[in-house]
């Protein structure tokens, strides 16, 4: 090219480059992610790991199982106590009442 041809089409040329990479830029930002918003991501995946971490795993919930049943046994166990003291408890209204 003739350096002349260049310098009397200098804003032409240096127009049809910029829109080479305005367009170059438009395919990349459509391709790939912007770096912002995958510092955002990072950071809810981070708080997603965390809370994760946080939550109690199959050996605690089998524990749990565990203690949920004896509770059940032991509540079992104290149904006629219960009933004997409510029985009781009756019998001391009635006795009351009947006093006044």
């Known amino acids: 090219m003739d350096w002349e041809v260049i310098k009397g089409n200098w804003a032409i040329i240096w127009a049809l480059f910029m829109s080479g990479v305005n367009v170059i830029q438009l395919l990349l930002a459509k391709t790939y992610v912007k770096r912002e ?4 991501l990072r950071t809810r995946l981070q708080g997603m790991e965390s809370t994760i971490a946080g939550l109690p795993n199959q050996k605690d919930l089998h524990q749990l199982q565990l203690e949920m049943r004896d509770l ?4 079992r166990e104290l149904t006629p106590s219960i009933r004997q003291i409510s029985r009781i408890s009756d019998l ?8 006044k």
């Open 72 to 75: 059940r046994g032991e509540l």
């Open 37 to 40: 918003e995958l510092e955002l």
């Open 92 to 99: 001391l209204l009635e006795n009351e009442l009947k006093e």
